[in-house]
């Protein structure tokens, strides 16, 4: 247990979380949406720092990341809880903390991960799984040692950090890949618990801070599978963000609270492909359709294969000191 960062103390021992844009008032003795934030006696504290649920060695590509040190290894740490509510979590079972629930995870430091990952010849960590805002203060610890180490720091996060939370960690923060889950208020409201126009607003924050993003929307048939939705989200990325932001449009398969929903046809992941190419996008992906191409990355100039993939492993990378062999253009990202 640790005192948090980003609150203010309120009347009557209440206390004002500024961690997330839901910036909930605590009363004494109760916990924030995330469940992981509690109120003892108007100080508010992180139950989860140092309680890691999971630690695993990732290749980069599961984040997914496809333009961040292709081919490496990312050490990924998670603890419990989450501020959003999605009815289709994949990682539901560490992600939806009851209220008042025992805390579980193994006890870490700082400086104990950065050193698992150094052992495991990781050339980043990433902060994933659930939702990294809510064990910020662990990540944050972590970011600099990390840093100091000369390992990436990589949030995989829904995109509803405060700004104050994101210019605090931005120094230390790589890269980002960050969940736009659709592209309308009626379904963040239903499917999320959460504001559309917020999240936007963060992930434009990001871009501002300098750091490396790449977006991923899982397509749920009938949800946000609409022209209209995908026409939106890919105009949103290239007049907010720039052509050259990686979208990765990823098949949905029925999980938690959504068994009533099919797998996501790979023909509607192959008409947002070319919905975003259409719209002016560099880099458009499929996800969790191995074999189909859709994965490998292509010159945005003249067309040439430069990294096959098949799932997160790399088959071939054809590019030359980060750039095209065949026309010279450069391909976008950190580290390429």
């Not at 504001?195 to 607003?201: G, Q, T, W």
């Not at 449009?249 to 919905?275: C, G, H, K, N, W």
Request: aromatic content about 10%; charged content about 20%.
């Amino acid at each position: 247990m640790k005192e948090a960062m980003f609150y203010t103390r309120e009347s009557d021992d209440r206390v004002r979380c500024g961690l997330c844009r839901f910036h909930c008032l605590i009363a004494e003795g109760s916990r924030g949406i995330c469940a992981v934030r509690e109120n003892r006696n108007g100080t508010l504290y992180s139950l989860v720092y140092g309680k890691l649920c999971a630690e695993h060695v990732d290749p980069i590509e599961k984040k997914p990341l496809f333009h961040v040190m292709p081919g490496s290894k990312s050490f990924s740490i998670a603890t419990v809880g989450c501020n959003f509510r999605c009815r289709h979590c994949q990682n539901y079972s560490i992600s939806q903390v009851p209220h008042n629930a025992h805390i579980a995870g193994e006890d870490q430091t700082p400086d104990m991960v950065v050193k698992n990952a150094l052992a495991n010849q990781c050339r980043s960590i990433s902060y994933t799984y659930t939702e990294p805002t809510m064990f910020f203060e662990f990540a944050y610890d972590t970011a600099r040692l990390a840093r100091e180490a000369g390992l990436a720091n990589i949030f995989v996060t829904n995109g509803y950090i405060s700004s104050e939370a994101l210019a605090t960690i931005a120094p230390w923060l790589d890269a980002a890949n960050i969940d736009l889950k659709g592209f309308s208020e009626d379904f963040y409201r239903d499917v999320v618990h959460a504001r559309l126009s917020e999240v936007l607003d963060s992930i434009i924050e990001y871009r501002r801070q300098g750091i490396w993003i790449e977006l991923t929307t899982l397509i749920i048939p009938g949800l946000n599978d609409s022209e209209r939705e995908l026409q939106g989200i890919a105009s949103f990325i290239v007049d907010n963000l720039g052509a050259d932001t990686p979208w990765h449009v990823s098949q949905f398969y029925p999980t938690f609270q959504m068994t009533d929903r099919p797998r996501t046809p790979p023909e509607t992941l192959r008409r947002a492909v070319d919905i975003g190419l259409t719209a002016g996008l560099h880099y458009v992906y499929e996800g969790n359709v191995p074999g189909r191409g859709g994965e490998n990355t292509l010159c945005p100039e003249c067309s040439a294969l430069l990294i096959e993939r098949y799932g997160y492993v790399i088959i071939a990378n054809r590019t030359s000191d980060g750039a095209c062999p065949e026309c010279g253009a450069v391909v976008a990202g950190v580290g390429m």
